[in-house]
């Protein structure tokens, strides 16, 4: 929770999934989310966040950043580069990072792959930490989601805010990407990225071709 420049944060809750590599990544977020609890104070300019205990001592910095996964049925690639254009027959994750990301509609055109050129692919976009995306930015979620469709792809939203669902709900866009696309913000870190994932996964399989059998001979 934050208050001006005052921020609070914690207790964080985790999923319960294990990764057991690299080696010690366990450890490291556990010291990662205790570190943000002790952050007392931050300062955002829109590029970068620096969060501070009580007494002046550096907790994080962050930038904003435009990351990509992309996913097969069994296995996620490491995050990487916006890929020039959605792989078929795979699932793309899209962190948008930066709470006030959304208010710079150019950059998105500009960075993400032409939605038009998609063929059965799914878009996840991932918008944790974004309570208000303003009324341009809905028009153009709701212009590449239509972009998306017509090529037989599918769109998901992952981490999002209950101030943002009711925003998508008012402007009627949430009709058109369909709520059961949506997955709201949960206390595990991760959680609502997985549940995306998994309807994705699950898509997918539904749109994959039916293999026949010939009992003919």
Known sequence: ?????????????TTR???????????????????????????????????????????????????????????????????????????????????EFFAEVPILDENLPDALKA???????????????????????ERYNADLRDGGNLLLLAGIQPNLIEELEKAKVMDAIGRENVFEAQTGLGAAEDAALEAAQSWLSDQSPKQTVDDSG
């Open 119 to 141: 063929q059965n692919a799914v878009v996840i976009l991932r918008l944790r930490g974004n309570e208000h995306i303003g009324s341009t930015a809905i028009r153009w979620l």
């Open 17 to 99: 999934k294990l990764c057991q590599e690299p080696e010690g990544v366990m450890e490291q977020e556990a010291e990662y989310l205790a570190a943000l609890e002790t952050a007392a104070t931050y300062k955002n300019d829109g590029l970068t966040m620096n969060m501070r205990t009580a007494d002046g001592a550096t907790v994080a910095n962050f930038r904003r950043v435009l990351l990509s996964t992309v996913s097969g049925a069994v296995t996620n690639a490491d995050d990487a580069a916006i890929p020039e254009s959605y792989p078929s027959g795979k699932a793309t994750i899209i962190s948008l990072g930066g709470i």
């Open 1 to 13: 929770e934050s208050d001006g420049e005052n921020i609070s944060m914690g207790p964080f809750g």
